[in-house]
């Protein structure tokens, strides 16, 4: 998935495209997106927040080798190199492509984790225990972050963190390590940085394979190699490209030299690479080539790349609520690893678990969450900007989906509408020996994911359901009662079955039934 987290959508001209209508900075078009979700936001009296499980997005990267990713953008530059040689020159780009006259394409199709990912994973850590870190293990006034032993100077257990293999996944554990446990800016300065990982363990999951692996659950969905039904996103891209970007194309022919033909996946390679020269080098001079809705359709083409394949999160995330380990596995959970306490420990205040995008996405699905159940449209452009699933605000480079178990006094207690923070454990009436009522809320990114549109009631419902997203623990868990057999896994992933008409925008709600 591409770098671009598009702000919110602007009136454009669809009559002419004038100078000022095209997006000349960047800072418009990149962004987390705070504004979905519940709008009673705060914690309520005599709440705290007891645990946390955060499921964290690779940073920055560059681009794969995949058809719709790096291997277009490589083919354009290609395209671009061979133009621009001697003895091929038949002209000059104009305007606003006169940088091409003497582009070099900077891009490897490595997936590799960029610098700038790196400083995101960095700052997320450091982010993560200002918000919990601070309350979860009580810190001292000044505490800037978490410290490996107890006021009496005994060692805490170290904290289990988990990651795939793959390089960018585990280079963005590495990076959130560094701020989270302020490895990189102790008291006493330690630039040999000796025994930095003393406060954590953290169990490496393979990827690449065919072993089961919850944070990388494709491995073991053999279906995703269909040339089918693995790319059914890809097809609905490709299909999508000519309805946003006929007219952007033609624009920028207009600059281009005599012979020199733009296609629709050139103009998408622009903006693609818009997308990774910013990751990579904070700068890039296509980015200003296109309109709000240009950008806009092309964050319609991230919403067709999702599959659902989040069971086996969805059903670690239920266990280590329920303090429970696996001795066996219906999905990609690996029953190895989580069968075995030190691998996959259940009584940790904090879990966090480094994977992709898709299997946030995946798990959202798999949780039956309807207010992202809003499928892309291949036909309508500019698409609608108040749909809730929007890939782009939803899991940017570095997004987190968080899980929070709050202990409050009271069964029912009154929502609070605006944020405050917790400067002190109890500040708000908060007490862990009568916080005996136990509920679950969801941070997807900066906003919180209303509960209540879970499929099945038990949550609530947009009527009767709580406005501040809080779900109770128990009816969380009866809530998910019902998900092993919604996501078919076995079927979905492991049989022969055909798709009819897969360019047809047709909603599968992430799972195939015979």
Known sequence: MHALYLA???????VAVRAHDLLTDITKIQRYWDHFGVGFVG?????????????????QRFPTGSIDDGENDQRFATKLSNLTLPSNSTGSFTGPLSFLNTYRYPIVDTGLLTGIGAATELASGVSFWKRYGRTLYNATVGQIAYISSFP???DRAPIVLRTTGQSRIENSEINWALGFFGSSFPIVPNPTFANVTKPYEVVIIPEGGTENNTLASYDSCFNVNDATIGVLGDLDLFTFLPKYLTAATARLQNHAPEGFKLTVNDTYAMQSNCAYEYGYLGMSDFCELFTADEWAGFENTLDMECRAQGLGYLQELLARLNHTLFSSSSSSVNSTLDGDATTFPTNQPLYADFSHDDITTSALTAMSLDYIRDP?????????PHRHFILSHLTPFGARLITETIGCSLSDPAP???SRVSYTLGQYGYSASNATHKFIRMRLNRGILPLDTIRGGACGNPTSGRIDGICALGDFTRSQQNSTAMANYNYS???????????SGKDFDGVIFQ
């Open 376 to 384: 892309p449209s291949l036909t309508q452009f500019p698409p609608n």
């Open 152 to 154: 009496d100077r005994t």
């Open 493 to 503: 992933c492991s049989k022969n079955y055909t798709i009819t008409d897969p360019t």
């Open 8 to 14: 919110y959508a602007v009136a454009i001209s669809t």
């Open 416 to 418: 609070v509408e605006k």
């Open 43 to 59: 914690l309520p009296d005599g709440c705290q927040i007891e645990s946390v499980q955060t499921l964290q997005r690779h940073a």
